[in-house]
């Protein structure tokens, strides 16, 4: 009945505006406040009491960022492989093209080598102990979308949900502490096994946005969002 629940949202298409204000406020922090250090001349940029604080904010604010996206995502279900080749489809759609571009443009410009571009691609940079500037979160995340599908199977109880989730949380911590997998895999997998397990207990009805105050934020989150995979080209 739990995993239940939050299914009645699967044919839904709409948004839950409290969700895209916080993912708003994250990207606008990520991009507008802790990157800015990067672009301010010498002499501007934050001591290191101010970078400290800034830091500690910023792992928050990708912190719930990977939540909410967990949360997002525990509205599929898996019982077939045509139900994975669904995801994956619409994932591919939404995430992969605008991030494509951004490696390929971070290639054009020397920043990355043609074997990081390969890992990036592919989602599994990580593995390598590697964290691309930029990019390192986008490929977390894709490779958080890849395996989805094992999380969020629908099995014969949802314990076994329970379990899966918390073998991979203890998995990447493991393989962090071996230097097999970069340190923030066990950062914010916690964080996205937690987004579903909550989105798959509690169900916040989503409609679609008719104000234009909604409209704006969410039009302000996805325009941060792509800024984000782009400020270091522009």
């Not at 279900?77 to 045509?82: M, N, P, T």
């Not at 962090?176 to 579903?196: F, Q, R």
């Not at 009805?205 to 270091?232: D, G, M, N, Q, W």
Request: glycine share 4%; with cysteine; net charge positive.
């Amino acid at each position: 009945m739990i995993l239940q629940l939050s299914k009645n949202n699967m044919t839904n298409t709409g948004h839950i505006f409290i969700f895209d204000l916080i993912r708003m406020i994250c990207m606008i922090w990520v991009v507008f406040i802790w990157h800015l250090n990067d672009y301010l001349p010498i002499g501007f940029h934050f001591s290191s009491i101010t970078l400290c604080i800034c830091e500690k904010i910023t792992i928050a604010a990708l912190f719930i960022f990977t939540l909410l996206s967990g949360y997002s995502m525990a509205k599929y279900s898996f019982q077939c492989q045509k139900d994975v080749l669904i995801f994956y489809k619409k994932r591919f759609v939404r995430f992969y093209p605008l991030y494509l571009i951004a490696i390929l443009c971070f290639y054009a410009y020397g920043w990355y080598s043609k074997s990081t571009v390969l890992k990036c691609m592919t989602g599994i940079v990580l593995f390598f102990n590697d964290a691309p500037y930029t990019l390192w979160y986008m490929c977390m995340l894709m490779f958080f979308y890849m395996i989805t599908p094992i999380l969020n199977w629908k099995y014969s109880s949802y314990k076994k949900n329970i379990i899966m989730y918390l073998i991979a949380v203890i998995l990447f911590g493991i393989l962090s502490m071996l230097d097999i997998t970069h340190e923030n895999m066990a950062y914010y997998m916690p964080a996205y096994v937690i987004g579903l397990y909550l989105g798959n207990t509690i169900h916040i009805p989503s409609k679609v946005y008719t104000s234009p105050i909604e409209a704006f934020v969410s039009i302000v989150a996805y325009s941060s969002f792509c800024i984000y995979l782009f400020h270091r080209v522009i």
